[in-house]
């Protein structure tokens, strides 16, 4: 079965300064990719996805991602924090040929400090 | 514009009865999907449908039925309802294939009694 790791359940950063999101897949064949913003009493929301192609996508409200086979990770990052940034973030993993299962990580949620 | 709803957004039960939860598309996707959310766990899957009269068990099935009699709807059914399933849960739709994009509803928030 997929494992979807996200370090951290917990992130606080300054308004300004850099996002980081880790995320890492457990998978000898790379599945496809997705980053997901849930904000609060809502439902998820896609920020990016990676399928084929370049490994570095760029998703909606500023936010990139990079696909890095040799880490298996797909880590999320946003140069600089913006108060509306805080909210809960999923990453997930379709394997390839399962029809469009997702696993999910447990999530991060994320905090702006002022 | 297209859209998956799901109801009620809010619902309060008792041990032991039957609840039904709706969720119901206008993409016209051929995939929908059940989850439930909860603290520490992530998503996770309940059932899904790749098409109509199709059902497959996900992750954590039991307790948990699911119908497919059209494209647009997937009720869950919870057969009799326990403490353990209180929960938030979503409702999802997919076209087709791994790298299609699923796209949420709302959320149900249900607090079993």
């Known amino acids: 079965a997929q494992s979807v790791t996200q370090l951290g359940s917990h992130v606080s950063v300054s308004e300004g300064a850099l996002v980081l999101l880790r995320c890492n897949y457990s998978?000898?064949?790379?599945?496809?990719l997705f980053w997901y913003v849930q904000y609060p009493n809502q439902g998820l929301q896609l920020l990016l996805k990676?399928?084929?192609?370049?490994?570095l996508v760029k998703g909606i409200n500023g936010f990139e991602a990079e696909f890095k086979k040799s880490e298996t990770s797909f880590h999320l990052t946003k140069p600089s924090a913006h108060m509306s940034d805080a909210a809960e973030y999923f990453c997930a993993v379709s394997p390839m040929n399962t029809g469009n299962q997702f696993y999910f990580g447990t999530g991060t949620s994320l905090t702006v400090i002022p | 514009d297209a859209e998956i709803t799901q109801s009620p957004r809010h619902k309060i039960t008792e041990t032991g009865r039957q609840v039904t939860l709706a969720c119901h598309q206008t993409?016209?996707?051929?995939?929908m999907f059940w989850y439930r959310q909860d603290l520490g766990h992530g998503l996770r899957l309940i059932h899904y449908?790749?098409?109509?009269?199709?059902?497959n068990k996900g992750e954590v099935s039991d307790g948990y039925s699911v119908s497919r009699s059209n494209t647009e709807d997937l009720p869950l059914t919870l057969e009799s309802a326990a403490s353990s399933q209180t929960s938030v849960y979503f409702c999802a739709s997919s076209s087709s294939g791994s790298t299609d994009t699923q796209y949420f509803g709302p959320g149900t928030r249900l607090t079993v009694l």
């Open positions: 993409w016209n996707h051929n995939n």
């Open positions: 449908s790749y098409g109509v009269q199709d059902t």
């Open positions: 998978s000898s064949v790379p599945p496809y």
């Open positions: 990676y399928t084929t192609g370049a490994t």
